[in-house]
């Protein structure tokens, strides 16, 4: 059916280079579904790749957080808990946490803290962590 739209047209317009035309726009499909794999492959290996370094720059903005629990400043003990109480969504990343010690200084953070809002934070990333906390140790046997 196109090509006798283009025979009819070309024959009306007196121009043979109407037939050039379907090629051309069969070429621009190939490109087009060229680019797109093209497209398709580029995210398959980005994905691929973040798949591969998020989980190390995971440990590292963990210990970051349990290192920011032992600044004096509070406003730096604050953003240490928010950031442990994020990072702490399932199991795993919450034993990691508790093996680095963030516990402890959460703990820590309670005593020695001035003001409610650093109080309140510590006890907000506590809580947190508190399921792998007795999964570790029962409650008898805590060191608080």
């Given at each position: 059916?196109?090509?006798?739209?283009?025979?009819?047209?070309?024959?009306?317009?007196?121009?043979?280079?109407?037939?050039?035309?379907e090629e051309l726009s069969?070429?621009?499909?190939?490109?087009?579904?060229?680019?797109?794999?093209?497209?398709?492959?580029?995210?398959?290996?980005?994905?691929?790749?973040?798949?591969?370094l998020f989980p190390y720059?995971?440990?590292?903005?963990?210990?970051?957080?349990?290192?920011?629990?032992?600044?004096?400043?509070?406003?730096?003990?604050?953003?240490?808990a928010s950031r442990i109480?994020?990072?702490?969504?399932?199991?795993?990343?919450?034993?990691?946490?508790?093996?680095?010690?963030?516990?402890?200084?959460?703990?820590?953070?309670?005593?020695?803290?001035?003001?409610?809002?650093?109080?309140?934070?510590?006890?907000?990333?506590?809580?947190?962590?508190?399921?792998?906390?007795?999964?570790?140790?029962?409650?008898?046997?805590?060191?608080?």
């Amino acid at each position: 059916m196109r090509g006798l739209a283009a025979q009819s047209l070309g024959y009306l317009m007196n121009d043979r280079n109407v037939e050039f035309s379907e090629e051309l726009s069969l070429e621009e499909q190939a490109e087009r579904k060229v680019g797109w794999l093209l497209k398709l492959i580029f995210a398959g290996t980005a994905t691929a790749v973040g798949y591969q370094l998020f989980p190390y720059m995971g440990d590292n903005l963990i210990q970051q957080s349990v290192s920011l629990l032992q600044v004096k400043d509070p406003l730096f003990k604050r953003m240490g808990a928010s950031r442990i109480a994020r990072f702490a969504v399932d199991d795993e990343r919450r034993l990691k946490i508790l093996e680095m010690g963030g516990a402890e200084e959460l703990v820590k953070m309670l005593y020695t803290a001035k003001d409610d809002r650093t109080r309140k934070e510590a006890l907000r990333a506590l809580s947190a962590l508190s399921a792998s906390a007795m999964k570790l140790r029962p409650c008898n046997q805590l060191d608080l």
